[in-house]
T-cell receptor, first 111, second 113 residues
């Protein structure tokens, strides 16, 4: 049974560019959450998707947006990248309000 | 608003010694509590969780944690450390019925031979 997968593994962008990160949930899971983990910090909640709708959102600007597809996979989009957006982006999947299982993350570096 | 405080950004123990990682939480509603482990350049792996019922929770790899409501704590312990336990440990809280996890800043466990 495949766990949560994320792509790409690493990504390098320059300031002002846009980026899209992808997540495939664990089989049987219908909810996807995204977190940002800056170096030396705990993960910070960005938003959560359920039934293709954003169900909950953390304290992140509108430059961060997302989408969930009918097959429950999800994308995280970040526009107008800033140096401070450099971080490990983690995707977690779950069955509604059950335990979240995390993917390996995407390391984004903004130069 | 919920929050988590993990005392000690680094904890060092010798192989075979007791591991104690501290976590205190703040929540206006009965919380769900979690411990995750993170190895370098990897995602998070669930060690254990408390939702309801028994306050002493056993997890994987010999770890356990006890929910103490009066102390708002959920400390993680392991009787005997192994070299393979060296990693980052993250405590998290969420409200019942919701899934937004609020994490602490993490504690790096160092295990020496």
């Amino acid at each position: 049974d495949a766990g949560v997968t994320q792509s790409p593994t690493h990504l390098i962008k320059t300031r002002g560019q846009q980026v899209t990160l992808r997540c495939s949930p664990k089989s049987g899971h219908d909810t996807v959450s995204w977190y940002q983990q800056a170096l030396g910090q705990g993960p910070q909640f960005i938003f959560q998707y359920y039934e293709e709708e954003e169900r909950q959102r953390g304290n992140f600007p509108d430059r961060f947006s997302g989408h969930q597809f009918p097959n429950y996979s999800s994308e995280l989009n970040v526009n107008a990248l800033l140096l401070g957006d450099s971080a490990l982006y983690l995707c977690a999947s779950s069955r509604e309000t059950d335990t979240q299982y995390f993917g390996p993350g995407t390391r984004l570096t903004v130069l | 608003a919920q929050s988590v405080t993990q005392l000690g950004s680094h904890v060092s123990v010798s192989e075979g010694a007791l591991v104690l990682l501290r976590c205190n939480y703040s929540s206006s509603v009965p919380p769900y509590l979690f411990w995750y482990v993170q190895y370098p350049n990897q995602g998070l792996q669930l060690l254990l969780k408390y939702t309801t019922g028994a306050t002493l929770v056993k997890g994987i790899n010999g770890f356990e944690a006890e929910f103490k409501k009066s102390e708002t704590s959920f400390h993680l312990t392991k009787p005997s450390a192994h070299m393979s336990d060296a990693a980052e440990y993250l405590c998290a809280v969420s409200e019942r019925g919701f899934q937004k996890l609020v994490f602490g800043t993490g504690t790096r466990l160092l295990v020496s031979p």
